[in-house]
């Protein structure tokens, strides 16, 4: 079974400048969460999707990131204008009954 | 809103020696789940504990979960190179959906 994917798996830009993120879930899995991990912490909660609907966004700043799920599969998320402290690792995960959850690799991201 | 915490975090052993890292919070958890993350990858699930004073193994590793559903440890015997990792705990906010959140971690490093 293959599992989630992620890309890119690295990106640098400058403050200011625009990125966005894609990530592929396990096929199936109805449950499909975004997280923000900066170095030296646990991953944190930016988005949580059933299907193409939103379940939480409570820690997503808004005025400058956005992720969609269109068709309930497939996610993008998008960083507009990037800050210095959104350098981070972009984790994605998707779980078919909720609390088992399976990551990608992750996406690598330097602000300069 | 739900704290998880995790103690050390940071942790440095000799092959071979035993460890115990520890999972902490204020609040009552439905359930817990521990995760390790190797550098450059997302987190992997290891175990879900579900019921107060359970008691999981999983080769050399031994989770518990707290009679009261608010702590959790993760007891490794005999440590190995290949248990370096961030080892994470992770239970759901309180509320209907399953919304989850994530401890800050312990960082191991096992030294052959």
């Known amino acids: 079974e293959a599992g989630v994917a992620q890309s890119p798996r690295y990106k640098i830009i400058e403050k200011r400048q625009s990125v966005a993120f894609w990530c592929n879930p396990i096929?199936?899995?109805?449950?499909l969460y975004w997280y923000q991990q900066i170095l030296g912490q646990g991953p944190k909660l930016l988005i949580q999707f059933q299907n193409n609907g939103v379940v939480d966004d409570s820690q997503l700043p808004k005025d400058r990131f956005s992720a969609e799920r269109l068709k309930g599969v497939d996610s993008t998320l998008k960083i507009q204008p990037a800050k210095l402290e959104d350098s981070a690792v972009y984790l994605c995960?998707?779980?078919?009954?909720?609390?088992?959850?399976?990551f990608g690799p992750g996406t690598r991201l330097t602000v300069l | 809103t739900q704290l998880l915490e995790q103690s050390p975090q940071f942790l440095s052993i000799q092959e071979g020696e035993n460890l115990t890292v520890y999972c902490n919070s204020s609040s009552v958890f439905s359930s817990l789940q521990w995760y390790r993350q190797e550098p450059g990858e997302g987190p992997v699930l290891l175990v879900t504990?579900?019921?107060?004073?359970e008691v999981k193994k999983l080769k050399r590793l031994t989770f518990q979960f707290g009679d009261a559903r608010k702590d959790s440890s993760l007891h490794i015997t005999a440590a190995q190179p290949g248990d370096t990792g961030l080892y994470l705990c992770a239970g759901p906010r309180s509320g209907g959906s399953y919304i989850p959140t994530f401890g800050r971690g312990t960082s191991l490093i096992v030294h052959p």
């Open positions: 504990v579900v019921t107060g004073g």
């Open positions: 995960a998707s779980s078919l009954y909720g609390n088992e959850q399976f």
């Open positions: 096929s199936g899995h109805a449950t």
